[in-house]
């Protein structure tokens, strides 16, 4: 058991140091999976054989250490035999480092597996899509429950709950590579006609309300953009745009559903197909979304994004966004 033990954890030193190296896109879903299985599997051999044969063995040694000291006792003599039966019982009970390490830990992986599955999971900002309502390096929170519980790894939903609203803020599977999470605003639903014109949104011909602010200092680019708050059917958000940067996206040539959009010099109009969504980043101008690779399938979502619990460069940033 030693050496396998060794085995899995000489794997799983590989599997993290290629993923931390970008020799490979990891699945912590899918790893945090195995890891509570075998942990498991440790555990109840734990529980079941090993615990108890060391048991077995602690009262056998000591059955032997009081029967040698009742004979030298019959025999009229002092004896210091058993002195140290405490110690060696200790000795026999402790665990090896291969089950230390694997059926220790097993309720720390099942409490984080549970949590991160069905309940919140961390993610981190790597990009200025969603400026500016969040920013490179936020750490956020993202609720798995709000959209209904699915099952770890293979993302089928088995209990609904909320359906996705206009506005919310969203992190999903990426559609053209599953295993690279994406997060954007949720713009159209099931049925709407989306229409981003001349930088104007509108969902089913009606124009979605703006209101001028004051440029906005993006950090990353060192420059001052348009800023606007956006009236996404009751949710009020700032949205960013390029005045300089042309209205029309060039799109992906391929894509699910492509023909249900209509693109232009002027931009893109999209009828949103039955259980997909239509997302969008607040940084406008800066956003790889819907406009260029398509809709979001219900099967791909994640969970609804809601509290910034930290960001390094700027801890001021805590709290909860819509």
Same mark, same amino acid.
């Given at each position: ?24 896109? &990891? ?6 999976? #195995?890891?509570? +299985? +075998? ?51 200790? @000795? ?76 919310? $803020? ?16 949720? +713009? ?11 930088? @104007? #949104? ?23 953009? @348009? ?66 690779? &398509? ?6 979502? $994640? ?15 805590? &709290?909860?966004?819509?």
């Amino acid at each position: 058991m030693s050496a396998l033990t060794g085995a899995l954890y000489a794997a799983l030193v590989i599997y993290l140091g290629g993923w931390l190296m970008d020799k490979w896109i &990891g699945n912590f879903a899918l790893l945090l999976l #195995l890891l509570t +299985v +075998v942990t498991l599997a440790y555990w109840i051999a734990e529980k079941l054989f090993f615990r108890p044969r060391r048991l077995a063995a602690a009262k056998l040694l000591e059955e032997q250490i009081l029967a040698r000291r009742a004979e030298i006792r019959k025999m009229g003599m002092e004896t210091d035999v058993g002195n140290d039966l405490e110690e060696r019982k200790a @000795q026999l009970m402790q665990q090896p480092w291969w089950l230390d390490w694997t059926a220790g830990l097993f309720p720390v992986i099942a409490v984080v597996f549970v949590l991160r599955s069905f309940l919140f999971e961390p993610f981190k900002i790597p990009s200025g899509s969603m400026i500016p309502t969040l920013q490179v390096g936020d750490l956020i929170l993202v609720n798995k429950f709000h959209y209904g519980i699915r099952l770890p790894v293979l993302n089928k939903k088995i209990i609904a709950n909320h359906d996705p609203a206009r506005g919310d $803020v969203m992190v999903f599977h990426y559609p053209m590579d599953p295993r690279v999470d994406y997060i954007k605003r949720v +713009v159209g639903l099931p049925g709407d006609e989306v229409s981003y014109l001349n930088k @104007q #949104l509108r969902i089913n011909g009606q124009p979605i309300p703006e209101t001028p602010e004051k440029d906005y200092y993006v950090e990353e680019r060192s420059s001052y953009e @348009q800023a606007f708050t956006e009236n996404l059917t009751g949710v009020q958000h700032q949205i960013l745009t390029k005045a300089e940067q042309p209205a029309g996206v060039l799109p992906f040539p391929a894509f699910p559903f492509k023909d249900n959009c209509r693109y232009s010099a002027e931009g893109v109009v999209c009828k949103v197909p039955p259980g997909h969504y239509f997302m969008m980043g607040d940084h406008r101008d800066d956003s790889q979304d819907s406009r260029y690779w &398509g809709f979001v399938p219900d099967e791909n979502i $994640v969970g609804r994004a809601f509290f910034v619990w930290m960001n390094f460069s700027d801890p001021g940033r805590i &709290g909860s966004f819509h």
